[in-house]
């Protein structure tokens, strides 16, 4: 489904209100269940995740955490439920042999990165995770207690921050901001704007600005275009905000829900729109990965609209990842792979 448009008002409608009491049912359970004491793996755990339901902008931030960690010598390994998938796992996701119904759409990009395991049994997951590599990051899993993180991160998108600030179904707040302050180490914050946030000077713990910048090469291509926009994410709004500011338009919206799975005829549907009102298909990386899924030999139609993570301060985020894991105190770039699941070997990277 997709996220009602008042989850994201500043103040709970009349709605919001009467639903409420589900929200702090919700919540209150929650809490309680972040509260249990998880397994701990044999490295450190990277999660990234957010307080409310649908997307902040995760998986951009985990791709750009697991390469920064890349570049100086780390070898990250991603760990995913699979949110859509059917297979339980844990296994390693090959993109391939495993399409979106099989491991759910992020995955798919993850794997393009470094390696990705998917896994229901979260333990299970970070147990193989740990034989592939020195450090697991978590996509997603802040309110999953099953396995204790070494670093956890709350995504947040600063344009909308937690909306009406409820909880599910009255608002999109997982649990409540006080009960999850506990389990955040960090912030990031996404800021649309590219200017500092005043919540780092306010927030009781370290926020890290970043912003989501397109791939340079297409925004220029799509500038003063014509485009339909395709996008079954969290937020399909930010897509269109972004290519109107990139000088794209007219731009047209077609919203679908998170993870939303395509069939051909919606696909035939879209490039037939597109043609009608000669626009530009354009859509997201996890959308074009379902869409390929769907109709390979329609995906051609549409332009994928790559976005990176990109920190305003990327070495003091890394200095905040290395000391929190204990990575100043050494880890090589040669993982341990005898098997045993062993961590991390000591040596300077």
């Given at each position: 489904m997709r996220a009602p448009s008042f989850w994201w008002q500043s103040k709970p409608t009349l709605l919001a209100r009467l639903l409420s009491p589900l929200g702090w049912l919700y919540g209150r359970i929650t809490a309680s269940r972040m509260g249990r004491e998880g397994r701990k793996a044999d490295?450190?755990?990277i999660c990234i995740g957010n307080w409310t339901a649908g997307g902040a902008g995760k998986t951009p931030v985990a791709l750009a955490i697991a390469a920064l960690l890349k570049q100086h010598g780390w070898h990250p390994v991603f760990l995913s439920r699979g949110y859509g998938g059917k297979l339980a796992g844990p296994l390693q996701v090959d993109p391939t042999v495993h399409g979106p119904d099989d491991c759910g759409d992020e995955p798919l990009l993850l794997a393009r990165c470094a390696p990705a395991i998917i896994a229901r049994d979260r333990v299970a997951g970070a147990r193989w995770a740990a034989r592939l590599g020195n450090i697991i990051i978590m996509d997603d899993g802040l309110q999953n207690p099953a396995l204790q993180k070494t670093l956890s991160f709350a995504v947040v998108d600063g344009t909308v921050g937690v909306g009406n600030g409820l909880c599910l179904p009255a608002g999109p707040l997982r649990a409540p901001v006080a009960a999850q302050w506990p389990h955040t180490d960090a912030m990031i914050v996404i800021s649309h704007d590219r200017t500092p946030s005043h919540t780092s000077k306010t927030m009781p713990k370290p926020v890290f600005i970043g912003h989501l910048q397109p791939d340079p090469a297409i925004a220029d291509a799509l500038a003063g275009q014509a485009v339909l926009v395709v996008a079954g994410i969290g937020r399909p709004e930010?897509?269109?905000?972004?290519?109107?500011?990139?000088?794209?338009?007219?731009?047209?919206?077609?919203?679908?829900?998170?993870?939303?799975?395509?069939?051909?005829?919606?696909?035939?549907?879209?490039?037939?729109e597109s043609l009608t009102i000669n626009a530009r298909l354009v859509t997201t990386s996890k959308d074009h990965v379902r869409i390929t899924a769907c109709a390979p030999d329609l995906a051609e139609h549409f332009t994928i609209l790559p976005v990176m993570f990109v920190p305003q301060n990327e070495q003091a985020l890394l200095a905040f990842i290395v000391k929190a894991c204990g990575l100043e105190k050494g880890v090589t770039a040669d993982h341990n792979s005898s098997g045993d699941g062993g961590g991390l070997d000591p040596a300077t990277p």
């Open positions: 490295c450190p755990v930010k897509v269109l905000q972004t290519l109107q500011h990139l000088g794209a338009g007219p731009c047209t919206l077609r919203a679908f829900a998170d993870h939303h799975p395509f069939t051909r005829q919606e696909i035939e549907n879209l490039i037939g």
